[in-house]
């Protein structure tokens, strides 16, 4: 379909949804989620549960997962006139520095200093783009500034503020590395004894590590998908991990990614034609046309209208096949967005031998 066009317009990535759609909160256990399996051949559409996994996965599959752990990277402070701002880190630049999204009346300026308590704060050095440069002033690091007075940094759509659950149920529960600033949100699904039962049945697991970034949210505002710049994330992909891909691929089994930051990652790390181990930051885009390298198929939730993430399901299972699931999950009024119900997708083209999986 787009792949025929020479362009591809951010509007045809839309569809309807009901805001009362939108999960505002967690279901009372992660695994409980429901599961649209959304397959190239066969029944095209199975409504499961997502713990259907553990029935859909072989032994010898290789789970990927994104092992980042997200920080309370939300903070609300004033400036020395009084004036209040709010604060959403972008990335960690070293143990003082960061950048950050800041809201205010007015713009601060370089040498500002943003007050967060009685002797905590941060000052204001300079501009990245559309990101504050900010720097820890006082004695507290960042780390130690993000304890005292962070809140989980919950999508918009989401609409209200955050509350304790939240600081374990916006996590995965293997996030092992500080630096995300929003939650590889597929992984949220996975408990503690499904991963075991997973583990139990042989179904293979790594761990690859990608900063989410504040810009995952930020809307496309260009017309055309071409001319859209995706903001920087730091990543990381082992040489063991790898070796676990190429072991997978060589045995006949599936390769297959759990979220969309798992793609990123792996899908960077194989820029150059062969996977390799990597270190530092991406801006891969990926829409219609994209040719996987890595992965098979791809665990993920629902995503906004008119996002990179829309996009990025569309270039695995085409935009016809997306939009018809996506009308489906409405129709029977599966739960959307980060604390919504998950996707099971598989590639374009490739036909799958494991029956109803």
């Avoid at 399996?37 to 599959?61: C, T, W, Y």
């Avoid at 219609?288 to 995503?303: K, S, W």
């Amino acid at each position: 379909f787009f792949e025929q066009l020479q362009t591809m317009r951010v509007d045809d990535f839309d569809y309807s949804l009901p805001e009362s759609l939108i999960a505002r909160y967690p279901l009372a256990q992660r695994s409980a989620s429901r599961l649209l399996m959304v397959k190239q051949n066969g029944p095209g559409l199975i409504h499961a549960s997502f713990r259907d996994l553990l029935q859909g996965l072989e032994a010898g599959d290789l789970l990927v997962f994104n092992n980042t752990r997200v920080l309370p990277a939300r903070l609300f402070g004033h400036k020395e006139s009084g004036g209040k701002v709010e604060i959403l880190l972008e990335r960690l630049l070293d143990d003082r520095r960061c950048l950050a999204q800041v809201r205010a009346s007015k713009s601060p300026k370089p040498g500002t200093l943003i007050q967060l308590g009685a002797q905590d704060g941060l000052r204001v050095t300079g501009r990245q783009g559309s990101f504050f440069e900010l720097v820890a002033d006082g004695e507290a690091g960042l780390a130690e500034l993000l304890e005292r007075h962070g809140h989980m940094p919950l999508p918009p759509y989401i609409e209200r503020e955050d509350e304790a659950l939240d600081q374990q149920r916006y996590q995965t529960v293997y996030a092992k590395v500080p630096g995300a600033v929003a939650a590889p949100t597929a992984g949220l699904h996975f408990d503690d004894d499904l991963l075991s039962a997973l583990r139990e049945k042989g179904v293979q697991m790594a761990e690859v590590t990608l900063h989410v970034g504040a810009g995952t949210y930020q809307p496309v505002r260009v017309e055309r998908v071409e001319d859209h710049e995706m903001h920087a994330e730091y990543l990381e992909v082992s040489e063991a991990v790898c070796e676990q891909v190429k072991q997978t691929k060589a045995s006949g089994k599936r390769v297959i990614a759990v979220g969309t930051t798992a793609v990123r990652a792996l899908e960077t790390a194989a820029a150059e034609g062969e996977l390799k181990p990597y270190l530092g930051d991406t801006r891969i885009f990926i829409y219609p046309g994209y040719e996987f390298r890595v992965i098979d198929e791809l665990i993920t939730n629902f995503h906004l209208p008119k996002s990179t993430l829309l996009m990025l399901v569309s270039a695995l299972a085409g935009w016809p096949t997306i939009k018809n699931a996506y009308t489906a999950a409405v129709n029977e009024q599966y739960r959307f967005f980060s604390y919504g119900d998950a996707m099971w997708l598989h590639q374009r083209g490739k036909l799958q031998e494991q029956g109803d999986a």
